[in-house]
């Protein structure tokens, strides 16, 4: 049975770019800005830090371009330095995480009832733009960026448990925001 290598079908553009062909650079910026900069919204929840977390991550993918070893797509290799950006952009604006009290994850996540509405997509991304900083940033790396605790906890330079305590507390909000009355009516 023949064994199949990862080949990124990006892999010419990317040589290119290591060669110092600023054409590539453009093609890959073409084929990526837009899904890294939905990735970077996610985070900031800010428009402009998005856009300077995205150009920020790119200048730092090229300029470290020789250290993309292919293990992985090009993509979730870039994806890392754009989340990375745009949680840095966060860490600019001085905003701490939302403070944890003593609570266990286990007693948050008793706490969290949730009722079986359907929701849509458009009032749940509403919902999540309403989320404080830490709560978003966690809630967006575990369930649209598929991180899990362990790597959120490390990218966040916290531990894995205060990860799982976020993304609860997170949930129960997020439930609470989805409730109001302002949010329902759009």
Known sequence: METLSYRDINA???ERCKAGDNRAQYELYKLYSK???NVSMRITNDYAEAEDALQEAFISAFKNLHSFKAEASFGSWLKK????????????RREELVPLDERTVAEAADEVQEDETEWQVDKVRRAIQHLPDGYRVVL???LLEGYDHAEI???LGVSESTSKSQYSRARKKLLEIMREP???AH
Do not use: H
């Open 12 to 14: 010419p553009v990317i």
């Open 35 to 37: 899904a890294m900069f």
């Open 81 to 92: 330095i754009v989340v990375n950006a745009a949680i840095n952009a966060i860490r600019k």
């Open 140 to 142: 967006s790396l575990y």
């Open 153 to 155: 906890g490390e990218i």
């Open 182 to 184: 302002q949010l329902k």
